[in-house]
């Protein structure tokens, strides 16, 4: 699906450099230069190869299996497996993702979609009172069996490997089964996550070995052994898909998810299928973008937004930053998470119009309604389509997901996001895999916000078989010469705004990775009005003054989506720079 989206006529640039779009000089100065030490964990420089993820562990077990001769899928399943064991509540084997994948020899790109889907036994209104249903105020959609989709990602993973990858799935398991059976030390991400839902984990008899006696969450530097787990992916490795779809581990999914109360059958894992789907590709700012379509709003609303930059932004000032670059950027999401709330649902199912919403006429009188100096209300951007009627908005969040990047020797490419949704998902296991709450990304009624504020619309309500839409953004950017960024984020609604700001930085102001992404953010998700900063790295304070000038109400969150990516180097030095987020502790590895 691949579109052209041309730069406005000389006419529209003239009237932006004459004005419309940004403000006096004194606030369009770069940020100040943030370069990497020396000795920097987070960022890396490699020749060969180089995986980045959330966890140096899984960073570490992708590249193990690159120095045994594997390729980029290969790597990439490794990474996600080990991601599962060592940051359980944010991924794993119970959740489910998308995978972008750009084979090397053929020059083709891939979308899988291995995200969970809803049981037969789902209707519209299954979550229609979605009341807290025990003491620790659990809703239905979020702890427990009935907010648990059907896994995709042991289906996922196997299928990456089975078309792309060169060695048996059982090497891309070996790193995971020795983490889960010899045991890890937790890391700040996990121990703070478990504080959060301490309370559940008690009740799970495989979580509740994670705690000690009394403790109110799991400690930095604990050792966390899964032996479990361990077994269910020695029993991947060996037999994949059918291995976790049927027979005994599909039996103790079942079985587990029926006593939390869920209605999950044998028959909805025995017919659990990856898709794959034509990849979103738009050619804006003089890069082609590819990133995930529906069920997935996040590739769309990153695509619609640097659609509007590509017209607002005169190719002279792009590499500027301050407070009018914030400001356009906050304006360019207000109308994609309109059209995110109004019209996304799984395509299989209803029909999502991508083509009409990234019409250029529609973009361009989307584009009309900015103002360089002034904020303007979220519902002017709207652009409804005559054909489709829209759901009313109300918007997003999330506190699961990891996101990782992969870039072989051979010129592979991997960008791969995966999730359980909320902290340790559904709160439950199976199998030793913490099992997802991904229901709760279904609209529970129209008009209904869920966990994460995303709008209830029609297109997105529970059914059969049913993908929930996400904000999950895995993307692969190529300039004239071939692939030039992986990259994509974890963290919600975050996703898709921290994703567009770090490869912003990266591609079009030319900043060095690890200075692109840790520039301070903004994000704004058109409901509610709230333009939002990160408190870990802020703004600096003539930025939020310019920002406040131009009518953004304002809130600060502890810190934005937690991104990685690797950057292809055309000139002088390392062939990779490969950066991981400090925001959760990752480390990219290679050689």
Do not use: C
């Not at 025995?270 to 069920?295: D, K, M």
């Amino acid at each position: 699906m691949k579109r052209s989206l041309p730069r406005t006529a000389f006419a529209l640039a003239f009237i932006s450099l004459a004005g419309v779009l940004l403000g006096s000089a004194g606030d369009t100065a770069p940020a100040a230069a943030q370069s990497a030490p020396a000795d920097n964990p987070t960022r890396g420089a490699y020749e060969r190869y180089a995986v980045a993820s959330d966890h140096p562990l899984a960073s570490n077990a992708g590249l193990e299996v690159l120095r045994a001769g594997g390729n980029a899928a290969d790597a990439a399943a490794a990474t996600m497996l080990a991601l599962g064991v060592v940051n359980p509540q944010s991924s794993g084997m119970g959740g489910g993702g998308f995978a972008v994948y750009y084979d090397a020899e053929s020059g083709t790109t891939t979308f899988l979609d291995f995200r969970e889907a809803a049981p037969a036994a789902a209707t519209p209104d299954m979550f229609a009172d979605n009341e807290p249903t025990d003491e620790l105020g659990g809703r239905p959609s979020q702890v427990g069996g009935l907010a648990s989709g059907v896994p995709g990602e042991p289906a996922g993973i196997a299928e990456l490997v089975r078309r792309f990858g060169q060695k048996p799935l059982r090497v891309a398991a070996a790193p995971a089964v020795r983490l889960a059976r010899e045991g890890f030390d937790a890391q700040e991400a996990l121990a703070g996550a478990s504080v959060y839902a301490v309370e559940h984990l008690r009740r799970d008899p495989a979580m509740r070995r994670w705690l000690a006696e009394g403790a109110e969450g799991i400690t930095v530097g604990q050792r966390i052994r899964r032996p479990e787990l361990a077994r269910t992916l020695a029993a991947f490795g060996r037999g994949g898909h059918d291995a976790i779809y049927r027979g005994r581990i599909a039996r103790e999914i079942v079985r587990a998810n029926n006593s939390h109360g869920g209605n999950m059958t044998l028959e909805d894992l025995a017919s659990y299928r990856v898709i794959e789907r034509p990849p979103l590709s738009v050619e804006a700012l003089g890069f082609r973008w590819v990133t995930a379509p529906a069920p997935s709003a996040g590739g769309y609303g990153m695509l619609a937004s640097l659609a509007l930059l590509d017209r607002w932004i005169p190719e002279g000032r792009r590499q500027e930053g301050g407070a009018p670059l914030m400001h356009a950027l906050a304006e360019s999401w207000k109308g994609p998470f309109w059209d995110r709330a109004s019209y996304f649902g799984d395509p299989s199912f209803v029909d999502v119009p991508t083509d009409a919403l990234l019409t250029n006429e529609r973009i361009d009188r989307r584009a009309a309604v900015y103002r360089r100096q002034v904020a303007t209300p979220a519902g002017l951007y709207a652009m409804p389509l005559p054909d489709h009627p829209a759901a009313a908005p109300t918007p997003p969040e999330e506190h699961g997901t990891s996101h990782l990047s992969v870039i072989d020797e051979a010129g592979n490419v991997a960008a791969i996001t995966t999730t359980v949704n909320l902290y340790f998902g559904a709160r439950y296991t199976a199998a030793g895999m913490v099992m997802n709450d991904e229901m709760d990304d279904f609209a529970s009624a129209v008009g209904v916000a869920n966990a994460f504020g995303l709008p209830g619309g029609a297109p997105n309500l529970p059914g059969p078989g049913h993908r929930p839409v996400s904000s999950m953004t895995p993307t692969i950017v190529f300039d004239a010469e071939g692939p030039v960024l992986a990259i994509g984020a974890s963290g919600g609604s975050r996703i898709v705004t921290a994703t567009e700001q770090v490869a912003w930085h990266t591609l079009v102001r030319g900043l060095d990775p690890y200075d692109a992404l840790n520039h301070p953010r903004v994000h704004h998700q058109g409901f509610p009005n709230v333009l939002r900063t990160e408190e870990t790295n802020p703004q600096g304070d003539q930025v939020l003054t310019a920002l406040d000038a131009r009518g953004h109400p304002r809130e600060t969150a502890r810190h934005s989506a937690v991104v990685q990516l690797i950057r292809v180097n055309r000139g002088e030095g390392p062939r990779l720079i490969a950066v991981s987020d400090p925001r959760k502790g990752g480390r990219p590895a290679g050689e």
